[in-house]
């Protein structure tokens, strides 16, 4: 079975950085689009970032562009997000998804993503 597991999540200072990484077992970041997303209490989950493994295309949200970056590691079949000058309004639960459909109008839509791990928190105060 698939597993996909997200870590780095911590409570950080407006101004700091993050890096979370997402590993993958029984699965390979192989030719696959891997995305980011958060959801924040009371709100819906959105796309953050996604990486399309084959060729390292990028696509971000405009809230996160120039601070965040999505990366691959395929010797440590994991893809990582870099988050830098971390907002109060970054604060969510982040996660990664695989096999989504990476594109311009699309690397957004969570429900193109086949898998899911479970999570991990970002707190940034003030």
């Known amino acids: 079975q698939v597993q996909l597991v997200e870590s780095g999540g911590d409570s950080v200072q407006a101004g700091g950085s993050l890096r979370l990484s997402c590993a993958a077992s029984?699965?390979?970041?192989?030719?696959?689009?891997v995305g980011w997303f958060r959801q924040a209490p009371g709100k819906e989950r959105e796309g953050v970032a996604s990486?399309?493994?084959?060729?390292?295309?990028?696509y971000y949200a405009d809230s996160v562009k120039d601070r965040f970056t999505v990366s691959q590691d395929n010797a440590k079949n994991t893809v990582y997000l870099q988050m830098n000058s971390l907002k109060p309004e970054d604060t969510a639960m982040y996660y990664c998804?695989?096999?989504?459909?990476?594109?311009?109008?699309?690397?957004?839509?969570?429900?193109?993503?086949?898998?899911w791990g479970q999570g991990t928190q970002v707190t940034v105060s003030s």
């Open positions: 998804a695989a096999e989504g459909v990476c594109g311009s109008r699309s690397w957004y839509n969570q429900y193109m993503y086949k898998y």
């Open positions: 029984r699965y390979t970041y192989s030719s696959v689009c």
């Open positions: 990486i399309y493994t084959a060729g390292a295309y990028t």
